[in-house]
Every structure is written in C-alpha cells, then in structure tokens.
C-alpha cells in the first residue's frame, strides 16, 4: 500500500532527510570512530552504541527516501470553505456521550489521535471527508459504527511542528 502524502508532507519528509544526511550522518560516524579507537571492539559498549545509532539514522533515511518513491501524492488544497476537507479542523459532537471534540483531518503518516490529528484513512476520517455542518455521519466500524453530528468547521492553522510518523 502507497502512503497518501500532500506536497508538505514530502517537503517535510525531505527536510528531514537532509538533517539526517548533513547534520546527523557525520557526527554518527565521527562517534563511530573514536569508540573504535579506544581499543578493543569485543567489550567496547560505546561503540556498539555508536554503530546501532548510525545504523537506526541511516534506516531512518532509507524508510523515508522509500515513502517518497511510492507515495501517492494528494492534493491538500482546503476545498470548500464549508466541507470537511485535509487540513481542516472539525467539531464533532458525538450524541452517545454527549461529547464534543475538535479534530484535524490530516495524511497518514501524520495522524495522531492523542493530538486529535485524525487520518483521511481512519474511519471517521473517512466518514467526515467532504461533509458539511450540520450533517449527521455515521461511522462504520466492523459490523457495527456511531454516528457523529459536526458542529462546525474551520481552516487549521498551519502547525508546522506535527511530525512525520515512521517505524
């Protein structure tokens, strides 16, 4: 399956890439080198710390360059002022618990539900896409599902610490 990503999110990915491969790559490696300089490698803890965090950066790097080569790119334009869209945040009210909540509907890889970020690919992503205020949605789950009311929608303001999730 091909992430769906929006052209922010590839400019994030590519930041992040570039820090690993400039900044983070040569002081790893230089820590590399001076644990294999004290000495001997059979009992040298510092080096094999050093190694396995050279080698977590490095697959950071290719996990990342991989979800941009085989990444679908979608289009994070807002859409309509009053329809749930990416990037929008949305105020849901659900009757069974007479709750309200705010969620942000974003990409995969940058859902979050402990920050109220929800995937365009979860469930109530999914059910709230392209809906209105005022609509009652029901969110299928398995068998079964909840409905939902939106109360409101509004344009997120862009937050540009939301970080891109990997392995």
């Given at each position: 399956m091909h992430d769906r990503l929006t052209k922010s999110d590839i400019e994030k990915i590519e930041k992040e890439i570039n820090h690993r491969k400039l900044d983070?790559?040569?002081?790893?490696?230089?820590?590399?080198?001076?644990?294999?300089?004290?000495?001997?490698?059979?009992?040298?803890?510092?080096?094999?710390?050093?190694?396995?965090?050279?080698?977590?950066?490095?697959?950071?790097?290719?996990?990342?360059?991989?979800?941009?080569r085989t990444a679908e790119i979608i289009d994070?334009?807002?859409?309509?002022?009053?329809?749930?869209?990416?990037?929008?945040?949305?105020?849901?009210w659900f009757p069974e618990d007479d709750?309200?909540?705010?969620?942000?509907?974003?990409?995969?890889?940058?859902?979050?539900?402990?920050?109220n970020l929800i995937s365009i690919d979860s469930p109530l992503g999914k059910a709230l896409m392209h809906r209105k205020t005022g609509d009652t949605v029901h969110v299928k789950i398995?068998?079964?599902?909840?409905?939902?009311?939106?109360?409101s929608?509004?344009?997120?303001?862009?937050?540009s610490s939301d970080e891109i999730r990997g392995f």
């Open positions: 983070l790559r040569p002081e790893l490696i230089e820590a590399v080198k001076e644990a294999r300089a004290q000495g001997d490698l059979s009992e040298n803890f510092e080096y094999y710390a050093a190694k396995r965090e050279k080698n977590i950066n490095e697959s950071r790097i290719r996990y990342l360059e991989r979800m941009i994070d334009d807002a859409g309509a002022p009053d329809e749930v869209a990416m990037n929008k945040n949305v105020e849901v709750e309200t909540e705010t969620f942000r509907i974003v990409t995969t890889i940058r859902g979050d539900s402990l920050r398995g068998d079964g599902g909840y409905d939902v009311v939106i109360r929608i509004s344009e997120a303001i862009d937050d």
